[in-house]
């Protein structure tokens, strides 16, 4: 028998299952659910029964405690199998309500700790990073106290910024003063001139080259053109209180020589200038006079290749086209007449027209040895007639296909013969080997009237020839 707990196939012999050490339930009283309005039921010393016996067990009835009406039939015994089959049901039913009462716990376990971990997330992102706003009673918090290491340096930026003074530039090469220039930014400018004193002796560059800046203001000013403003100011160097204070002799001392220095190293670029200048003119006019030397070699080369080279004219050169243009018309040359004849001789279209006929013979000697074998009554018109039915759609057939298909027959093949349309000289049309075929018949069953219609016509074109538009010419 099978367990109704594992499902284990075991001997109805045991007590128990051997897998799953359940009693049997056919060994031990299986107590029936209460019905309402049904007597309960004991049920003692049940003998062991097989699926297929129908024996009930003794019973004993206790006194009933429903004053229901008791319908014929409720207190009948039930056989055995049937209460195993109840009692599995109803283990399934309970392991199944078991199974979907742990799966409930757990989704619900499972949407509580969601519910949760959500809720923690709104609550971390709902805390802000900056300070709640203070009230007016309660005191602001205190600022965060500075590193004293990073105090000090910064103050020493900002002294270093205050009192570090701009760089003098000194005498540029045009000859000014050697001057401090920068851009105003913030700071009040004051004009500054310096001036040097009576003893103190300039270089004769630098006074050459403050004539010929003076000279192109000069040469501005006269021209007209606005001068632009500058927007350098200049700005008197400043002393650190550190630094000893130079004396002015000194300071003219070192701009004099800075100025020297400056002339000098201008003089030699501008000198090296006028080198450069000198040798790109000289390599400018050798080329000039190279080119200049060149074009008439060129123009004459040109020439030579243009007389040379055939004149291309648009159009046809006619009598009409010689006399617009007042030239002598072109001496006629008379052609030599040429006749060429590619007809068909009639002797090879005769060859040709046996060797078609022998073709078609042979082609039909299986339809006559049936027709010998079968009646072999020739003199019957009706076989006559059904033997010369079945020569004339062989002969059609051989006729149109063979002209069609290759444009000329076996027989023409032979004798070098070609069938050709008289218009195009190409291969003919299936219809006009259609048509050539059938008049090619009729002329046969005319005793050939249509074939010696070639003797009386100037191009020896017979009747099939001429009705389907073909010529018959050598290969």
């Not at 206790?62 to 055995?80: D, H, M, Y």
């Not at 209460?83 to 757990?106: H, M, N, P, V, W």
């Not at 050697?178 to 560059?205: D, G, I, L």
Request: with cysteine; charged share 25%.
């Amino acid at each position: 028998m099978q367990c109704a707990a594992c499902n284990e196939v075991y001997p109805a012999a045991l007590d128990a299952c051997p897998q799953c050490r359940k009693p049997n339930p056919t060994q031990t009283a299986s107590p029936e659910p209460a019905r309402p309005g049904a007597p309960r039921r004991t049920e003692a010393n049940a003998p062991a029964m097989t699926d297929n016996s129908n024996a009930t067990a003794t019973t004993t009835q206790s006194q009933p405690n429903s004053t229901l009406i008791e319908f014929p039939g409720v207190n009948r015994n039930r056989p055995a199998w049937r209460k195993e089959l109840s009692e599995r049901f109803r283990e399934i039913q309970q392991r199944r309500a078991r199974e979907a009462a742990l799966e409930g716990e757990e989704a619900q376990s499972q949407a509580v700790e969601q519910a949760e971990a959500e809720h923690a997330r709104a609550a971390t992102r709902a805390k802000s990073p900056e300070p709640a706003k203070q009230l007016g009673l309660v005191p602001t918090p205190d600022e965060q106290e500075m590193n004293p290491i990073v105090a000090a340096a910064l103050r020493r930026i900002e002294r270093a910024r205050r009192e570090s003074p701009p760089l003098a530039r000194q005498g540029s090469g045009r000859g000014y003063a050697a001057t401090a220039a920068a851009r105003v930014v913030e700071e009040q400018t004051e004009q500054f001139a310096e001036q040097s004193p009576a003893h103190v002796k300039r270089n004769e560059n630098s006074g050459a080259h403050a004539k010929r800046a003076a000279q192109r203001a000069e040469r501005v000013d006269a021209e007209g053109t606005p001068a632009r403003p500058s927007t350098l100011a200049v700005v008197p160097p400043k002393q650190s209180p550190k630094s000893e204070p130079k004396s002015e002799p000194a300071f003219v001392e070192e701009t004099s020589v800075a100025a020297e220095a400056k002339a000098s190293a201008h003089a030699a670029a501008l000198a090296e200038v006028e080198k450069q200048t000198s040798q790109s003119a000289e390599t400018t006019t050798t080329r000039v006079a190279a080119q200049s030397h060149s074009q008439p070699v060129a123009a004459q080369s040109q020439t030579q290749s243009a007389s040379r080279q055939p004149r291309h004219i648009a159009g046809v050169i006619d009598d009409f086209y010689l006399e617009r243009q007042g030239l002598d018309p072109l001496p006629k040359v008379a052609k030599p007449e040429m006749s060429y004849d590619d007809r068909a001789p009639r002797v090879r279209r005769m060859a040709a027209a046996f060797v078609d006929l022998l073709a078609v013979a042979f082609l039909c000697a299986p339809f006559a040895a049936a027709i010998e074998l079968t009646i072999g009554n020739w003199g019957d018109p009706r076989v006559f007639g059904s033997m010369g039915g079945i020569v004339a759609v062989v002969m059609f057939l051989y006729h149109t296909c063979s002209v069609a298909l290759a444009g000329r027959t076996w027989g023409m093949a032979l004798c070098s013969l070609r069938a050709v349309d008289s218009r195009t000289a190409l291969v003919p049309t299936t219809g006009q080997c259609a048509r050539r075929a059938l008049v090619y018949i009729l002329s046969l069953a005319t005793a050939g009237l249509g074939i010696l219609y070639s003797l009386f016509d100037a191009e020896g074109r017979t009747a099939h020839d001429i009705l389907s538009g073909t010529v018959v010419v050598r290969q």
